[in-house]
């Protein structure tokens, strides 16, 4: 039976992974800029992740939410000394999409009422919800005019007032530093206006922090660069460094009513360990000091590269490199730095190279990269 063909996939076979390296079954290592999908955040194969995960399983990998879990209490209470949200509480499902489709259902339950604000360029997952909040044309689809979702532009203030004097909403939901839109920030006195317009009008205020979360940006969270508070919060991705674990931390103003909210698999042991270990070795090792660190001097590198780069954006290891198309280099670039420079990198359109590097990226294998990168356009010259 053949796969259902909806990727474009390299033709490499990844046996082994380490750290930031990861090998094929030819042998060959590459250096992992892109973490698949910014989901490894504390590098591959951690050995304090690996022994907890093997342990876990040895002693039972998985019960239903029919029993309580004291790995979620752990979880939850990790989580409120480390992402500046205490007195909110935490919800645990599996994926980036989900938990924005719970955000989205708890803050209509709140308030009763059923449209929402998002942002053009936005992405917050693939499930028929999710994808109603872009104009992202790949991922559209008919179900789309089942929902009431406004899209303007990030930064747009005049269009913000407008559209919150017209219409009375659930809930805006922005990333913290938009992903898949080609690592856009919305900027800090954007955030304070959409989230004293929510305040104001009784919306609830979602962030979906699904990639721009979880340290990437040198702090837990990217919007708290901005200093604003969300009603709520969705994370994923760099949560259980490859082990699937979504959540939502939830601002303790929400009512909680039994059944509202569920899942078969979230929180499971196996889910619930993975996170632990992740913020275990986060704290221990400092990862988000080091993402603010290893993200400064890419920037401090390539940010002025201007033979190759138009712009350089995003912040600690959440970086967007916009290449400038009227150089030759630009057109091949991404397979020469696979192929050539055996570098995993990530994407968003032709001309954004995207770089979701595991947060334990180390000075050494940074300067690796700012080396090939600056080779490749000098050497077309
Ligand atoms: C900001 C953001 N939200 C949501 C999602 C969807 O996450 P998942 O693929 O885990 O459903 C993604 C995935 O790329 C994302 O980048």
């Known amino acids: 039976m053949p796969l259902f063909p909806v990727y474009k996939t390299w033709d490499i076979n990844a046996v082994k992974a380490r750290g930031c390296v990861i090998t094929d079954d030819k042998g060959r290592e590459y250096l992992d800029l892109y973490g698949g999908h910014a989901v490894i955040s504390i590098g591959h194969s951690h050995p304090v992740y690996v022994k907890a995960l093997s342990q876990q399983l040895q002693r039972i990998g998985f019960y239903s939410n029919a029993i309580v879990n004291p790995l979620q209490e752990r979880l939850a209470e990790a989580l409120t000394r480390i992402s500046g949200y205490p007195g909110y509480s935490l919800f645990l499902c599996n994926s980036g999409a989900e938990a924005n489709e719970n955000?989205?259902?708890l803050a209509s339950f709140r308030n009763g009422r059923d449209r929402v604000l998002a942002f053009k360029r936005s992405f917050h997952g693939r499930t028929s919800g999710a994808v109603a909040l872009t104009d992202n044309p790949s991922i559209c689809s008919p179900f789309n005019a089942n929902h009431r979702v406004d899209l303007i532009d990030?930064?747009?203030?005049?269009?913000?007032?407008?559209?919150?004097?017209?219409h009375r909403y659930a809930a805006v939901i922005v990333e913290g530093i938009q992903g898949v839109g080609g690592i856009r920030e919305p900027s800090a006195s954007f955030l304070q206006k959409i989230r004293d317009l929510c305040t104001a009008r009784d919306t609830v205020l979602i962030l979906d922090e699904v990639q721009s979360g979880y340290g990437r940006t040198g702090k837990f969270f990217a919007h708290q660069h901005a200093g604003i508070r969300a009603d709520i919060i969705t994370m994923a991705k760099g949560m259980g460094n490859g082990f699937p674990v979504g959540g939502l931390l939830i601002a303790p103003s929400f009512t909680p009513v039994l059944g509202q909210l569920?899942?078969?698999?979230?929180?499971?042991?196996?889910?619930?360990?993975?996170?632990?270990?992740?913020?275990?070795?986060?704290?221990?090792?400092?990862?988000?000091?080091n993402s603010a660190r290893i993200?400064?001097?890419?920037?401090?590198?390539?940010?002025?590269?201007?033979?190759?780069?138009?712009?350089?954006?995003?912040?600690?290891?959440?970086?967007?490199?916009?290449?400038?198309?009227?150089?030759p280099a630009s057109s091949t670039l991404r397979?020469?730095?696979?192929?050539?420079?055996?570098?995993?990198?990530?994407?968003?359109?032709?001309?954004?190279?995207?770089l979701l590097p595991p947060l334990c990226l180390n000075e050494e294998q940074a300067e690796t990269f700012i080396k090939f990168f600056k080779q490749c356009y000098t050497s077309h010259q």
Not at 269 to 288: G, K, S
């Open 103 to 105: 955000a989205l259902k």
């Open 262 to 289: 569920g899942t078969t698999f979230g929180g499971n042991y196996l889910a619930c360990t993975a996170a632990l270990a992740v913020l275990q070795v986060m704290e221990e090792e400092d990862l988000m000091g």
């Open 295 to 327: 993200g400064s001097l890419v920037k401090n590198e390539l940010g002025n590269f201007s033979e190759g780069i138009r712009e350089f954006r995003g912040r600690g290891l959440m970086i967007g490199l916009e290449l400038r198309q009227d150089h």
């Open 154 to 166: 990030l930064d747009d203030f005049e269009a913000l007032e407008k559209t919150f004097t017209q």
């Open 335 to 354: 397979d020469d730095i696979l192929m050539k420079g055996q570098i995993f990198t990530g994407a968003a359109g032709p001309n954004i190279i995207r």
